[in-house]
């Protein structure tokens, strides 16, 4: 497994959590790793990604100013802040060759981890 998630868990509304993504194997500076979450019944859908070279940032329009992406050596980091009950879903972690906002550009993914926020 190349990429693990962890850091999920419950919290209330307002409150924060931070997600990790362990990357394992060989990054190239023009990949991206990307967060994606899936609720009960729905799609998988985009939330941020981060280019693995230049460190530039991509977001969801649903989580601009609460979320950030970030990576140190080789772990990518989602601080989520402000935390709603609709963002309760799996997140999972993944690693594109180049920049993807679809599940289909990303080829390798974590296991998922279980994000609940309560109201």
């Known amino acids: 497994v190349q990429l693990q998630a962890s850091g999920g868990g419950l919290v209330q509304a307002g409150g924060s959590l931070r997600l990790s993504c362990a990357v394992g194997?060989?990054?190239?500076?023009?990949?991206?790793v990307g967060w994606f979450r899936q609720a009960p019944g729905k799609e998988r859908d985009f939330v941020a990604a981060?280019?693995?070279?230049?460190?530039s940032t991509y977001y969801a329009d649903a989580v601009k100013g609460r979320f950030t992406i970030s990576r140190d050596y080789n772990t990518v980091y989602l601080q989520m802040n402000s935390l709603k009950p609709e963002d309760t879903a799996v997140y999972y972690c993944?690693?594109?060759?180049?920049?993807?906002?679809?599940?289909?550009?990303?080829?390798?993914w974590g296991q998922g981890t279980l994000v609940t926020v309560s109201s």
């Open positions: 993944a690693r594109c060759a180049d920049l993807g906002y679809a599940p289909a550009d990303y080829k390798e």
């Open positions: 194997g060989r990054t190239f500076s023009s990949a991206a």
């Open positions: 981060i280019r693995w070279g230049r460190r």
